[in-house]
């Protein structure tokens, strides 16, 4: 199912009246890890929101990793995020809740069915920041290969630390029904796409942080 993409952009311009705005996200200094991310806020359901934040390095390196987090409603089976805006030839990082275990788990596919556990890019999940309780799951995890990678052939991605990047997620509202990574996966029940602007995600002591949460 195609959610609608004018239903998004209102929601997310509801969402951040009080905070700066840029592309389709806001700015958040998360108390809990002390990590600053820009956010979106994915509607996957009328009136129904998962949380997706993504925190970079400043200045950023080549290949540079990043730390994105994920808060979603317990009803949510999995939802995961598309680096490359595609459900083809990226990496896609998805999470659930396992019992009180929160799960993250990479995945690759260059068709569209069952998407296979990837390790061309390796996920940490940092212990600050990733938890399950009587509400929500929250995943918070460094990721390094999201930010490069090969998508066909030869051809290299890489998402502007300084910029706005294109970036899509996938929800499902059936869990899976294990906490391996390797986990089936029910096909999505909506996706959709938005503009993701990194350049107020940056964190000059990300490595601190990582080290500190992890
Ligand atoms: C059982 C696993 C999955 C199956 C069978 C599946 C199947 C499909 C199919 C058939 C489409 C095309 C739908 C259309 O054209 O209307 C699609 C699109 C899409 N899927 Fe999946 N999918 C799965 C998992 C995932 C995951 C894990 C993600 C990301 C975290 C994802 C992200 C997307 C996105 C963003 C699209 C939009 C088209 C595109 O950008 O390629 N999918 N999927």
Same mark, same amino acid.
């Given at each position: 199912m195609r959610w609608n993409l004018g239903l998004a952009y209102l929601a997310a311009l509801l969402g951040c009246a009080s905070e700066s705005f840029a592309a389709d996200t806001s700015v958040v =200094?998360?108390?809990?890890?002390?990590f600053t991310f820009s956010e979106f806020q994915a509607q996957y359901q009328i009136g129904q929101w998962v949380t997706f934040r993504v925190a970079v390095p400043s200045p950023a390196p080549a290949n540079y990793d990043l730390v994105f987090q994920i808060i979603a409603p317990n009803a949510v089976g999995w939802t995961g995020l598309a680096w490359g805006a595609s459900m083809v030839n990226d990496p896609l990082t998805i999470g659930w809740a396992s019992g009180s275990t929160p799960v993250v788990s990479v995945r690759r596919t260059s068709? =569209?069915?069952q998407p296979q556990v990837y390790d061309g890019a390796k996920v940490q999940l940092l212990k600050t920041g990733s938890k399950v309780n009587g509400t929500h799951w929250q995943i918070t995890a460094k990721c390094s290969g999201c930010s490069t990678f090969t998508t066909t052939g030869t051809t290299t991605k890489t998402l502007n630390p300084t910029g706005s990047n294109r970036l899509a997620f996938a929800y499902s509202k059936t869990k899976p029904s294990s906490a391996s990574t390797a986990a089936i996966l029910t096909v999505h029940d909506v996706y959709n796409y938005w503009d993701h602007d990194f350049s107020v995600a940056g964190n000059i002591d990300f490595d601190q942080l990582v080290q500190r949460n992890a």
């Open positions: =200094r998360d108390g809990e890890t002390g068709v =569209r069915t």
